[in-house]
C-alpha cells in the first residue's frame, strides 16, 4: 500500500500555490507517478481521485478543530482511498457525514492539522536565525499530519540544545525529527499543514 500526502507539492503545485491557485488538483495528478499506476486505472478511481479537492472542503468544515489532514492511499487492491485524519473524538453524526463518502476512509491521528501547524509556526519562531553564536537555530521545519511528526532542519550541534529546550517548554519531542543542514536556502515550498517554509539566504543541506 502507497500513501501519496496530498500537501507534499512539486514546484508546479508550488508555482499554483503561490499565484493564490487551488494545489488540490496538482496534488490527485501526483499521485500518477507512483511505480505501477497502471492497474489503478479502474473505472472507479478516477472519481475518487477527483473528490479530494470536494472532500478537504468538507472535511475542515465537518471536523473544524479536529481536522488532521488528507492523503490518498493507493491499496495493493488497486483501489484508491482518501483518508482523512481525525484528532481527538467526533459525534457520530460528523463521523458519518465524512465515512459515507464514496472512497472515503476516516483515520485517527495524535493532533490535529491546527495543532501541528501551530507547534511548527511556534519552533521557527522560537529558534529564528539570530547573529551568528546567539543561541541554536532552525533554518526550516516541515509538519506531517498523517505522520504526527514535526521535522527540524539544523546544524549537527544545535539538535540536542534544540531538543532540551522544547522538552523544557512542555512539547512533545517524540515526535520531533531532526535533519542536518549547514546553512539556509532561499526557496520555500508548501508543506504537509499549508504552511510554508521559511525564506533564508542561500546555503547547503544535507
Known sequence: MQKTPLTILSLAAFLAA???????????QQATTIPGYERYQTPENP????STGKVKEMATQVLGPNYGGLWVVHRDDATVRVEVGVAGNIEVARRSALSDQPGVDLVPVKYSHATLDTMMMNIMERFRP???????????AMASTKDAQISIWTKKENIEPVKAILAREGYD???LKFELQDGPFTFAIALDTGAV??????GSSR
Do not use: F, H, M, N
Not at 47 to 50: F, G, M, P, Q, R
Not at 197 to 202: H, L
Open 173 to 175: 519531542t517524540s515526535i
Open 47 to 50: 472519481a475518487v481521485l477527483d
Open 18 to 28: 503561490c499565484s493564490g491557485g487551488s494545489d488540490v488538483s496538482v496534488e490527485a
Open 130 to 140: 539570530k547573529e551568528e553564536g546567539i543561541g541554536p537555530t532552525v533554518y526550516s
Open 197 to 202: 517554509w521559511q525564506k533564508g539566504e542561500a
